[in-house]
């Protein structure tokens, strides 16, 4: 008699402590807001942001890739001033492949700055752009990838503790490439995977076993591939 009554005191007690919390949080849900910033131009046809601090600063920029072919406009970082504001110097324009799809960033060749890499359907290859540390981007270095990239991400695929790039391609055929990076900024020769009606790509550890996998848009579905931590 006593334990079940124990059991309802505690029910209910938990029921208005979830009550009061819920309210709680829809008190807190209410004040939460967004003010808006002046827009930002960028060079024509904007495609894709990825976000890294790119000066060092300990603040968050972005980069930008713009799907067109004119002269060093594929590529744009946005300095973070710590204001909101990315305006003269702290917006950069650089050169990739022209016509780029998608964009990643990290640290390929282990100088600890953050570099940048794109993907472009115009050339079927991949960029390299290593940065400084201050802001800036070396010209691209570029590797060929299959036919019409798409997406591009990266990871430590074979957990040898340097970054690699994995390119899709949804041309003829379709499939991804994976590039194994020696931390110096170079890449073996890319592990092909053929995957019919591929298009997007990103890289997670999505099954808890510690080994990156990746996973894939595939006409109206998703399809993960699950990696073994090697090559």
Not at 87 to 103: C, E, L, Q, V, W
Request: one cysteine or more; charged letters at 15%; aromatic letters at 10%.
């Amino acid at each position: 008699m006593w334990k079940a009554h124990t059991q309802s005191v505690v029910f209910l007690l938990k029921k208005l402590a979830f009550v009061f919390l819920s309210c709680l949080g829809l008190q807190l849900h209410a004040q939460v807001t967004f003010q808006g910033t002046p827009n930002i131009s960028l060079p024509s046809t904007p495609q894709e942001l990825a976000k890294g601090d790119f000066n060092n600063d300990g603040r968050i920029d972005f980069v930008s890739i713009q799907f067109n072919a004119f002269a060093n406009q594929q590529v744009t970082i946005l300095l973070n001033t710590g204001t909101g504001t990315f305006t003269g110097a702290n917006k950069r324009n650089f050169a990739s492949a022209t016509n780029p799809t998608d964009i990643a960033v990290g640290d390929f060749n282990e100088d600890g700055n953050l570099d940048v890499v794109t993907c472009s359907q115009s050339n079927d290859n991949f960029s390299l752009l290593l940065g400084d540390g201050a802001g800036n981007l070396a010209a691209p270095v570029n590797f060929a990838a299959g036919d019409l990239p798409q997406g591009i991400a990266v990871g430590d695929m074979n957990k040898d503790g340097n970054l690699d790039v994995l390119v899709s391609n949804r041309g003829t055929p379709d499939d991804v490439y994976i590039y194994f990076g020696n931390g110096a900024g170079n890449f073996v020769a890319p592990t092909i995977i053929t995957i019919v009606n591929v298009w997007d790509i990103t890289v997670a550890d999505f099954n808890g076993d510690t080994n990156p996998d990746f996973a894939v848009y595939v006409s109206n579905t998703v399809q993960v591939w699950f990696g073994d931590g090697t090559e």
